[in-house]
């Protein structure tokens, strides 16, 4: 079993958060804003270290620390991507504040909602407004559009793309997830060309609500309705393992239609947090939710609700490493909120 402490909450910035991200080694808490701007917060301190993006106007929907194996060079630490409505992926060197590079032409992109590194941090992914586009983050060129389906099982999306994430595991840097408007889940495998070449079809997407286990077992996936909000999916076959239920049975509250759900970095992800709306504006919650682990088919009792937030509307959330126990919720009322997720004491 799990508790949760308050750990911080910051300022409210002037608009929407869109986005939260934490780096690797969890000392500083990267956030999109609903008005372009990306706050970076350091995580010892609670106070912001600096603001990237500051004459940008359109919403910053997505931001991703590329991944920092133990022995990478200096030159590929501290860089963080986000993904823009105008369009583009922005590249920035956190450390000094530097932009280094901008993503795609906005007269093809259109808008961008989500973006991720593959695992290896060789590739960026970001998903518009049907498409998902490739990049080389060494070469600076875009490599693929993807889109469209094998014609045998899928077809690929065909709306607005809101959440795009890649295989956690280095051995499977070429494979990628992504859903959105169209109630699917398009499967990419970036070796096999430009075409999706399977899909889950159900979960209706409007957000960062897509995740892949750590061991790479199960795909969990948040809707934005009223019933089966949550899913646990098999990756090797798209079979839907389980609903976990938002509420207790009986329970006579408005639904909550989700934006963000995400596992914890765990290898078969114990925790689950996720968040949404509830109707009304700034009436929503998020909950940590414990008894998931992915492939555990053993039903609904096992699952606990270590901790809810209520009344506000919850756009986002991540976890950090499983040893600082972090998680960030970020709000459409402008300001993220911090716990820490610790094991109850024995006897608890």
């Keep these: 079993m799990w508790v949760l402490e308050p750990a911080f909450a910051t300022e409210a910035v002037d608009s929407e958060v869109f986005s939260v991200q934490f780096n690797a080694n969890d000392t500083l808490l990267a956030t999109g804003c609903g008005r372009g701007t990306i706050c970076i917060y350091n995580v010892s301190t609670h106070q912001e270290s600096c603001r990237l993006n500051r004459t940008g106007t359109s919403p910053m929907k997505e931001v991703r620390w590329r991944p920092e194996p133990a022995d990478a060079p200096a030159r590929t630490r501290g860089l963080l991507v986000g993904a823009s409505t105008d369009g583009l992926v922005r590249q920035w060197h956190v450390p000094s504040s530097r932009l280094l590079h901008e993503f795609g032409n906005a007269e093809e992109t259109g808008q961008l909602f989500c973006v991720d590194y593959t695992s290896d941090g060789a590739h960026i992914v970001a998903g518009g407004m049907q498409e998902l586009w490739v990049f080389d983050e060494e070469t600076k060129k875009q490599t693929a559009v993807l889109k469209g389906g094998d014609s045998l099982t899928t077809s690929g999306h065909s709306s607005r793309v809101f959440a795009v994430r890649c295989h956690p595991s280095l051995d ?87 934006y963000s759900a995400c596992f914890s970095k765990a290898p078969r992800g114990p925790l689950i947090a996720a968040g949404g709306s509830c109707g009304s504006a700034h009436t929503g919650e998020a909950k940590i939710i414990e008894g998931c682990c992915p492939g555990d088919t053993t039903g609904s009792e096992k699952q606990r609700c270590a901790g809810t937030f209520t009344k506000f509307t919850c756009l986002s959330t991540s976890f950090a490493s499983e040893n600082s126990g972090l998680v960030a919720f970020g709000g459409s009322d402008g300001r993220t909120r911090v716990l820490r997720a610790v094991p109850a004491a024995a006897g608890a």
Excluded: N
């Design 172 to 258: 499977q840097p070429a494979l990628v997830l992504s859903s959105g408007w169209d109630s699917s889940v398009q499967f990419w495998d970036l070796r096999a060309g430009a075409t999706a070449v399977r899909a889950i079809f159900g979960p209706h997407v409007c957000g960062g609500a897509i995740d892949i286990s750590r061991d790479g077992s199960t795909v969990l996936t948040g809707s934005w309705r009223a019933e089966d909000q949550l899913e646990l999916w098999d990756f090797a076959s798209g079979k839907r393992l389980e609903v976990i239920p938002w509420r207790r049975e009986g329970i006579q509250e408005p639904p909550c239609l989700l």
